[in-house]
């Protein structure tokens, strides 16, 4: 593999590192929350799509139908029964439940279907290419780079133009000013939950799909993600996007030179990267 081609590689994996951060970004803009559960979540959401796709013989995209709405529900509950209970001037307990939930999570998966690894199948298009002025490239890879740039546009749109979006501004910004001009800011909260699960879905299909999962498999998800929304920049969801491409340009380079180091290779950028600009390469202006 020559340097083009690991760049284009890099980038491509970077799409998938950016959807596992594009709900973790989004739900630390609206109500600054950190979900240490969140690469656990994605996790459980690869494993719904495995129940989902041998009770009923779907396609892993098609699963997607169920997948989605279903962990958008189980977000919504989770935020509006629980995290709400949590959140205030302190960060710590959020901190706390969420580190909680990945404990049963993990336990959880364990119990009902053991270590062993799993994958979804998603049949000829895994294997299925693109040749590109001499750049072999996947479609399964595009697909899910392409999925990652169009959740985060799509995100942006309604963010910036919609109403729930100028609700999650506001509540954003000052909820006890949007409480007070009547803005029911537990049920905007949970919506926010509910979208970054929905975004969680989708990331955790493609997982399964590109790679194998156990149920000790969300821990990395998640560090992959703060690296990504960190290297971005807090907030910003293009920022997001280019902070996955960075870590994955950077893997894929890193194992031009070893393979062992491949891993580290992202580590150290994140660490490069934190040392010389602490808010991230691109943060929010606010």
């Known amino acids: 593999m020559n340097i083009a081609d690991a760049v284009v590689q890099g980038i491509l994996v970077g799409g998938l590192y950016a959807l596992f951060a594009a709900g973790l970004s989004l739900i630390f803009g609206v109500m600054r929350l950190v979900n240490i559960a969140?690469?656990?979540?994605?996790?459980?959401?690869?494993?719904?799509?495995?129940?989902?796709?041998?009770?009923?013989?779907?396609?892993?995209?098609?699963?997607?139908?169920?997948?989605?709405?279903?962990?958008?529900?189980?977000?919504?509950?989770?935020?509006?029964?629980?995290?709400?209970?949590?959140?205030?001037?302190?960060?710590?307990?959020?901190?706390?439940?969420?580190?909680?939930?990945?404990?049963?999570?993990?336990?959880?998966?364990?119990?009902?279907?053991?270590?062993?690894?799993?994958?979804?199948?998603?049949?000829?298009?895994?294997?299925?290419?693109?040749?590109?002025?001499?750049?072999?490239?996947?479609?399964?890879?595009?697909?899910?780079?392409?999925?990652?740039?169009?959740?985060?546009?799509?995100?942006?749109?309604?963010?910036?133009?919609?109403?729930?979006?100028?609700?999650?501004?506001?509540?954003?910004?000052?909820?006890?000013?949007?409480?007070?001009?009547?803005?029911?800011?537990?049920?905007i909260f949970a919506l926010a939950m509910a979208l970054s699960f929905a975004v969680i879905a989708i990331a955790g299909v493609l997982l399964a799909v590109r790679s194998n999962f156990d149920p000790f498999s969300g821990p990395a998800r998640l560090i992959y993600g703060f690296e990504a929304v960190i290297i971005g920049g807090l907030g910003n969801l293009w920022g997001t996007l280019a902070g996955g491409v960075v870590i994955g340009v950077a893997q894929s380079l890193g194992a031009q030179i070893s393979p062992a180091f491949q891993t580290l290779a992202g580590h150290l950028v994140f660490f490069a990267v934190l040392a010389i600009r602490p808010r991230g390469l691109f943060p929010r202006m606010d």
């Not at 995209?61 to 962990?71: N, R």
């Not at 994958?119 to 590109?132: C, D, F, K, M, V």
């Open 38 to 187: 969140h690469g656990d979540f994605i996790v459980l959401a690869a494993y719904v799509a495995m129940v989902v796709i041998e009770a009923s013989g779907m396609n892993p995209f098609a699963a997607l139908i169920v997948v989605v709405p279903l962990m958008a529900a189980l977000g919504y509950v989770i935020q509006r029964f629980i995290l709400n209970r949590t959140l205030g001037e302190d960060l710590l307990p959020p901190i706390l439940v969420t580190f909680g939930l990945a404990v049963i999570i993990q336990n959880g998966l364990l119990t009902l279907f053991s270590t062993d690894t799993r994958r979804l199948s998603a049949g000829p298009i895994e294997t299925a290419n693109l040749s590109l002025g001499g750049i072999t490239v996947g479609v399964l890879p595009l697909i899910t780079f392409a999925s990652a740039v169009g959740l985060i546009l799509l995100l942006e749109v309604g963010f910036f133009r919609s109403r729930l979006g100028r609700a999650f501004r506001a509540t954003s910004d000052d909820a006890e000013t949007a409480r007070a001009i009547g803005v029911n800011t537990r049920h």
